[in-house]
């Protein structure tokens, strides 16, 4: 079951072929679940292999990424940048670290 929500804006600013992608960038040299997310729109065509769904057909992430979020509760949102597209999430600006010590997103009860 997934708790991933796009807001309209997000909806709006993705394109025909292009999916939402969460992306994992290891940080840490001594395991490789210590890292980071970083969530950005991908072309249908360019999406890894790997990639495991979270809202199928819209929302994908990286293997292990999607270890971490998914059941979490993520809203997606984007806000323009002049001419770019900034898709941002309403993750703690810690996640990536709490993930990496067993720490869950939201506490126990998926409750803020």
Known sequence: MSFVTLTPAAREAL?????VFF???VTGLCCADAGEFSVRPLRRS???RRARGLLPG???A???AWVHLAGAPVVIDCRPLWRWRRFTTDLPPDAGLRCCLGRPLYG???GR
């Open 62 to 64: 990286h293997p292990t």
């Open 23 to 25: 992306d994992w960038h």
């Open 15 to 19: 394109r025909d072929d292009e999916v």
């Open 108 to 110: 126990s009860s998926h």
């Open 46 to 48: 360019r999406l890894p």
């Open 58 to 60: 819209v929302v994908y």
